[in-house]
């Protein structure tokens, strides 16, 4: 007997056989034997209470039932077949059409026997309840590893006793040493636990079981998309001694092949940054380039251009705590060409090559950050750099030395709100920069403007200024020296509150919001004003059962906008031509030998939308992301 039974976003078409019910001894699941029952996983609580609403049932479950290696491999969670048998005189008994659980695993058997004899084959059946006990099963089949695309790593390991023996029923306690939240896990038949999906940090571990005495692994650093293995080891003894083991434990990724590297805290911090921009620290990695292509302009943007292993900048995915940062030119950054934060963010990890598919559309590097939170502890900095040109020097062409100077300061903020429930993080960056940069300009020179010129020529030309750094011989052209100054404001803040709901569940909730204003007077008339503003939203919220249920739903919101305009610098006399407002933008007149007159872009104007509301849960998930980009050049 076949059977098709969709559960919406599962399909599972397999063979639905049927059972003999009889005392004898009956064919094991070994091979695939026609006596066939479909079984599946439920919660202790709900094994318990089907045992003791069915007293008539013994089930006898060969071990690789599920056809599942002794760490429960999601791949071949699919259920092969079990074997049952009803006890002598009760055949017949209604008990014996119900859900049967058994084993410390909590296998289940699902049939009907309306009418059963021994011997007699029945068809089975899945009814509406059942359906339902099935899909919920699916999430607590298998440890759920953390998901690739979240910041967070799991830690994971064995507790044995002293001859090596496996303990299972231990209870596994890991701490966050800096907010003291914790979480309890109980170690499976095999002795296994696993901690999935847990934010960056120090943690310490503790596995005590009755009889032995209890064993605690401090000083565990876990970091951005990596799994620590800690295996404990009880020894015989009063549970109330204590044995303290401080040290790393080794950190693995057995889920992907993928390569890159990890920027940690200490990098971040101590390593010099001009300009303060974190990405550009993705350098380190090997693979990894900062390029000029493309340069900064409103068709190439205007963010950090990374190379990865040799791809165009424009093939990155940047993200902040899973959030997408990339703007409408698939960059990060802002007018100014950084990506403040180094305050806030924790670390990030730099993956450059076979990575999971969930990064789809980006053939470069992935740029995978995480947010600092608040601690149990007040926490803070304050800072401010300074660089001017007291200690520059003139370059050959500098008449005399431009002017030069930087302040970039700010602080950041972080503590509990209730301790060990509730904390918070904010930070505020600020760049506020005088550039100075000497041009050189060819233009007309007084002979050029003599003799008989169009008069509709004449107010154009009118409009260079003189030489004033002499004239090429034999020409009637010459060198115009300017200094000019382009300035850079920019103001970035961040704002993150992390709540622990109970012992399985957790909230953040994170704002970002960069401003940034560059105004560039450095063509010959005309100046460039350009402003980005951008917004990053991401909410989580994880549930975790045990080892064997996470359930990780995230909302993210991105935007950017970028407004740009050309000016007629201070000065600058211009005739009147048909446009109805000059500072839109002023048409581009070129003549040959002469420095061109005008922009070459006009009032451009970029807005980005992205929505990505996701769910995702054990390695399947969904992810859905809208975005607009809406221009006006």
Same mark, same amino acid.
């Given at each position: ?136 099963? #699916?999430?607590?089949?298998? /440890?759920?590893?953390? @998901?690739? =695309? %979240?910041? !967070?790593? &799991?830690? +994971? ?123 550009? #620290?993705?350098?380190?990695? /090997?693979?990894?380039? @900062?390029? =000029? %292509?493309? !340069?900064? &302009?409103? +068709? ?334």
């Amino acid at each position: 007997m076949r059977s098709s039974i969709d559960f919406g976003v599962l399909k599972y078409d397999g063979h639905r056989g049927a059972g003999y019910f009889s005392p004898a001894a009956a064919p094991t699941c070994a091979g695939d034997s026609p006596a066939v029952e479909d079984c599946w996983l439920l919660p202790q609580p709900a094994a318990a209470a089907a045992r003791a609403q069915t007293p008539a049932i013994q089930s006898r479950v060969s071990e690789p039932c599920f056809g599942m290696s002794s760490s429960s491999d999601w791949s071949n969670l699919w259920p092969r077949h079990v074997t049952h048998r009803v006890a002598p005189g009760q055949l017949g008994n209604p008990t014996a059409g119900r859900r049967v659980f058994h084993g410390p695993t909590n296998r289940v058997l699902v049939y009907r026997a309306p009418s059963v004899e021994e011997g007699r084959m029945v068809p089975m059946r899945i009814g509406g309840l059942r359906i339902v006990a099935f899909t919920l099963s #699916l999430f607590a089949a298998a /440890p759920a590893p953390a @998901l690739a =695309q %979240s910041t !967070g790593g &799991s830690i +994971s390991g064995t507790v044995t006793d002293g001859t090596g023996g496996v303990l299972p029923g231990a209870t596994v306690v890991v701490t966050h040493t800096e907010t003291s939240v914790a979480r309890t896990l109980v170690t499976d038949a095999g002795g296994r636990y696993v901690a999935p999906n847990l934010p960056p940090g120090t943690y310490a571990v503790k596995g005590t079981l009755e009889g032995f005495t209890a064993v605690v692994r401090s000083g565990i650093t876990l970091t951005v998309g990596r799994d620590a293995v800690v295996d404990l080891r009880l020894t015989v003894g009063q549970i109330s001694d204590q044995i303290t083991v401080v040290g790393e434990a080794r950190t693995i990724d057995t889920k992907t092949a993928s390569t890159g590297g990890l920027i940690s805290t200490d990098q971040i911090e101590g390593l010099p940054l001009n300009g303060r921009s974190f990405v550009e #620290l993705a350098t380190l990695t /090997p693979g990894v380039q @900062l390029t =000029q %292509s493309g !340069g900064q &302009s409103t +068709s190439t943007g205007f963010g950090a251009k990374l190379s990865v292993n040799g791809s165009r900048y424009t093939a990155n995915l940047f993200t902040l705590d899973g959030t997408s940062l990339n703007d409408q030119y698939s960059q990060a950054g802002s007018a100014s060409g950084n990506v403040l934060g180094v305050e806030a963010v924790r670390e990030f990890q730099v993956l450059t090559n076979s990575f999971s598919a969930q990064y789809g559309h980006h053939t470069g590097g992935i740029v995978n950050a995480a947010t600092k939170s608040g601690t149990n502890t007040v926490h803070g900095s304050v800072f401010e750099f300074h660089r001017d040109d007291a200690f520059d020097a003139k370059n050959h062409f500098d008449a005399i030395k431009p002017p030069f100077q930087r302040n970039q300061f700010g602080y950041s903020l972080g503590g509990p709100i209730v301790r060990g429930k509730r904390f918070f993080f904010t930070t505020y960056e600020a760049l506020h920069e005088r550039l100075g940069a000497t041009h050189l300009f060819t233009v007309p020179s007084e002979s050029a403007r003599g003799g008989t010129v169009n008069p509709q020529i004449q107010p154009y030309l009118q409009s260079y200024p003189l030489p004033n750094d002499g004239v090429f011989f034999g020409t009637a052209r010459g060198e115009y020296r300017r200094v000019d100054q382009r300035s850079t404001d920019e103001h970035y803040g961040m704002g993150r509150i992390d709540r622990q709901l109970n012992a399985a569940n957790q909230l953040f909730v994170r704002y970002t919001l960069d401003d940034a204003r560059v105004d560039d007077p450095s063509s010959l008339v005309v100046g460039s004003r350009l402003k980005t503003r951008t917004q990053f939203l991401t909410a989580e919220h994880t549930m975790i059962r045990g080892s064997s249920f996470l359930n990780r739903v995230q909302f993210g919101f991105t935007r950017s906008r970028l407004d740009g305009v050309d000016y007629v610098l201070d000065g600058v006399t211009l005739p009147r031509t048909t446009f109805t407002d000059i500072t839109r933008g002023i048409a581009a007149i070129g003549v040959t030998g002469l420095s061109q007159w005008g922009g070459d872009t006009t009032n451009p104007k970029f807005h980005r939308f992205h929505l990505e509301p996701g769910r995702a849960q054990r390695e399947a998930g969904r992810r859905r992301a809208g975005a607009a980009v809406q221009s006006d050049v």
